[in-house]
């Protein structure tokens, strides 16, 4: 069983993120996969790289597939059910049989659904009753199980996205006949052993925390588990599975074969509100689930995922599309919509079905106020980079949370999942608590923070001690904000002129930096859209010319990774063709360098980045965080270099959306915005201390002649790293750690399998003795 299929991953998504390399999953992934599985609101602040997308798209992935199958076959039945009870109206007895559709297909059920028979010699088969319990209803519910023949049998309590080997991941709770209670599969002694004739009873306790228990024949066999906390807000339903064997549950319809204990009731009597709707789309009561009614009507979206840009929201639908790749009977539609591509494609997906939609909050809006998408079906809402989400697009989100469907229970209810690598904000918590209900949260720092596989360095510019910005050589390209200020040598001590000599500088210290690391490829992140034309044309100019024009491909294609300055740029003026190509170009390597603005600094996955740099800080330290965890990830080594000036930087600064005042420079609109201008004086130390404050430490500065401080270059030699490359040479933090976790459980089993085959042999001598004739 691989590490995913412990979390209660099925096969095909187990298969899909192996061929991706993923052996292991990430801690974020470890935490958050089950919580999601099991039915649970989620927010998650992780450090960037870390796998958050995998962490939220594996299990809506599973969730989805498994509603749209259940959406399948209870269609295809509907009428022919064997359990009644689908004609609607509120029934005092909860309506609850074994599942004809959340079972194994070699798990035979009787036509009433109350006994289930496994012939299979070699495998276990599952079963899950139709009504599972929510473990935070404060009740005690019961119900029996007969065991009627003499094959393998485990009983218990388990979440419906649980595996049907009960008791073999974190969702299910089983014990078993050779007297063993199992959980996450460690097997450990219980009660006693039992077989045919025997009555097990099953107890769920939904008070204090919770927790599972048994008896035999009537006789309490004491507690069995206590409910992890991730389960405290789930819900668990009867489970069995059997190994060529047969049993009869009774939820209570019928009289038991002994009382329950004391304070449990019957589940077939339990209050309506502790009880969750049916897992085979029918509903506890007797009435339709959600779900249950539209298996033929077109495919209704069942999962809404905002991402703050465009870029990252086409990287997310891939995801979907790469990890459910596996995934059939259905196969699973991803739909991206986002604004500045065509919207007639985006109407015809619609029109054909999607079952997930994944969008920027301007496009899905229009779409969701139009009815072009529709919403009643959804089951999960996520928001990705929620805190940026939220902090633009409050309006949006509360919008479209306010018509989602919040009727749902148990497999059905709505699930609002929020992901960032910054989650912290007080705006996000007001948030969370208008749209999450009693959400847990995945926080493996309980602050923001940034990974271990990133360092961080300075560069100081300082204009008025390095004079070189006065040479002509190489022709430099600012932002004209000092387009009308007196500019040389005789000036160079004005504020103004220190603020044009900085932009110059940073453009020169940016080659030399460049030739000093011989950087291979390298993200540039820059302040304004036009900041970033105008270091395109900068290294275009260093790299012998060509490039430059409006739209397209800019880059030096031709000569890609040969020209040591090639560049694109991936910014929001840029259309999303020319994005696309952008960001494909410097994935595939052909070019090194992409200058980018702020819509890059999240979210955006490179595999093995090594560099990444801020031609200016960012005025939002969370931002720096998100920048700078484009490298780092997954375990690779990178390097953020940040230029910091020593002096204030004039800068244009746009009130107005839209609105794009370097196009024509002059003396009004180069004033300062208190002035009624459109620029502002910028100060980067102030950002550097705020950047530093949240980081918890400084930043070491890269030596005069630019290369790294001499502690980064010791710790690099010692540890064999390098940037751009696996940390410590290959093997990961998260391999080491899990190799030491199970290294005692190996030499266990080794010792055991030692005194097993040692006794054989003893035994064996001792036969031989025996039958030898004297
Ligand atoms: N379990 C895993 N094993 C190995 N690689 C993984 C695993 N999970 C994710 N990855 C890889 O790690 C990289 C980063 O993942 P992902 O983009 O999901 O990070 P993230 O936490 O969302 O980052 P950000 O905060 O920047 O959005 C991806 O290349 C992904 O394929």
Not at 34 to 58: C, N
Not at 126 to 142: D, E, H, I, P, Q
Request: charged share 25%; hydrophobic share 35%; glycine share 12%.
């Amino acid at each position: 069983m691989s590490a995913f299929e412990e979390l209660g991953v099925m096969p095909e998504l187990c298969k899909a993120v192996e061929e991706l390399g993923w052996t292991l999953p990430s801690p974020v992934q470890a935490e958050a996969i089950p919580l999601i599985l099991g039915g649970g609101d989620v927010m998650a602040a992780a450090e960037t790289g870390s796998g958050k997308t995998g962490a939220f798209a594996i299990p809506v992935l599973q969730i989805v597939h498994e509603a749209l199958r259940q959406r399948m076959h209870s269609g295809a039945a509907a009428g022919t059910s064997s359990y009644g009870g689908g004609g609607g109206g509120a029934s005092s007895t909860v309506d609850c049989v074994l599942s004809m559709e959340d079972r194994d297909l070699h798990v035979a059920l009787s036509a009433d659904g109350y006994t289930a028979q496994s012939r299979s010699e070699k495998s276990w088969g599952g079963v899950r009753a139709t009504v599972g319990v929510f473990a935070s209803c404060g009740g005690k519910v019961y119900y029996e199980v007969t065991v009627n023949d003499e094959g393998l049998s485990r009983v218990g309590w388990s979440c419906p996205t649980a595996s049907r080997d009960l008791g073999t991941d974190l969702l299910g709770f089983g014990f078993g006949g050779t007297g063993k209670k199992s959980h996450k599969r460690q097997f450990d002694a219980y009660g006693e052993p039992f077989g045919q004739g025997d009555v097990i009873g099953c107890m769920l306790d939904c008070t204090a925390g919770g927790s599972v228990s048994f008896c035999k024949n009537g006789r309490q066999l004491g507690e069995a588990f206590k409910l992890p906390p991730h389960l405290q807000s789930q819900v668990l339903h009867p489970a069995i599975c059997l190994k060529n064997a047969e049993v009869a549950v009774n939820f209570g319809i019928t009289p038991f074969a002994y009382p329950p204990p004391s304070g449990f009731v019957a589940l077939a009597k339990a209050h309506a509100a502790w009880v969750a709707a049916g897992n085979d789309g029918t509903a506890a009561g007797g009435g339709t689930a959600r779900h249950g009614s539209s298996a033929t009507a077109g495919r209704k979206p069942v999962c809404v995922i905002l991402e703050p840009a465009k870029d990252l929201a086409e990287q997310t639908a891939n995801c979907f599309n790469d990890y459910g790749k596996h995934l059939n009977n259905p196969k699973l539609r991803t739909g991206l919509f986002v604004g500045g591509i065509d919207i007639a494609p985006q109407i015809r997906l619609l029109r054909d079905g999607v079952d997930i939609v994944v969008g920027t909050p301007g496009r899905v809006i229009d779409f969701v106020e139009s009815g072009k998408i529709p919403l009643e079906e959804v089951r999960f809402f996520v928001l990705d980079e929620a805190d940026r989400l939220i902090a633009d697009n409050p309006d949006v989100i509360t919008k479209i949370y306010n018509r989602l469907p919040k009727t749902g229970t148990g497999v059905n209810r709505l699930q609002v999942l929020l992901f960032s690598a910054t989650l912290h904000s007080p705006e996000v918590k007001d948030m969370a608590a208008r749209i999450c209900v009693n959400p847990i949260l995945v926080d493996l720092k309980g602050k923001d923070a940034v990974p271990e596989t990133v360092d961080h360095v300075l560069v100081r510019v300082n204009p008025a001690e390095d004079r070189s910005w006065l040479q002509s050589k190489p022709e430099v390209f600012t932002d004209g904000c000092h387009a009308l200020d007196h500019i040389g040598p005789n000036s160079a001590s004005t504020p103004e002129c220190l603020s044009e000599a900085t932009k110059r500088l940073k453009q020169r210290l940016l080659q030399r930096i460049i030739d000093t690391l011989k950087m291979e490829q390298c993200l540039i992140f820059c302040r304004t859209n036009y900041d970033c034309d105008q270091l395109e044309k900068f290294l275009n100019n260093l790299g012998g010319g060509g490039g430059g024009g409006a739209g397209g491909f800019r880059g030096k294609k031709e000569s890609g990774k040969e020209n040591p300055y090639s560049c694109v740029v991936l910014a929001g003026a840029r259309s999303m063709d020319e994005r696309r190509a952008a960001l494909a170009a410097f994935k595939e390597g052909d070019v090194r360098f992409m200058i980018c603005t702020d819509v890059a600094a999240r979210g955006i996955d490179i595999r093995e980045l090594p560099y990444v740099i801020n031609m200016t800080l960012p005025d939002k330290s969370e931002d720096y965080i998100h920048r700078i965890g484009r490298v780092g990830r997954a375990d690779t080594m990178g390097l953020a270099i940040s230029m910091v000036s020593e002096v204030p930087e004039k800068v244009w600064f746009c009130t107005v959306k839209g609105l794009k005042p370097w196009m024509a420079p002059d003396s009004s609109n180069t004033r300062t915005t208190d002035k009624g201008g459109h620029t502002i004086w910028y100060d980067e130390k102030v950002l550097l201390a705020a950047i530093e404050a949240r980081l918890g430490r400084s930043i070491s500065c890269m030596t005069e002649d630019l290369s790294l401080p001499p502690e980064l270059k010791e710790r690099l030699a010692s540890a064999g790293d390098k940037y751009g490359q696996q940390r410590g040479g290959g093997v990961s933090k998260e391999v080491t750690e899990h190799l030491e976790q199970i290294s005692q459980n190996v030499q266990q089993l080794a010792s055991l399998e030692w005194r097993v085959q040692t006794s054989f042999l003893r035994l064996k001598q001792r036969w031989q003795t025996a039958e030898t004739p004297s």
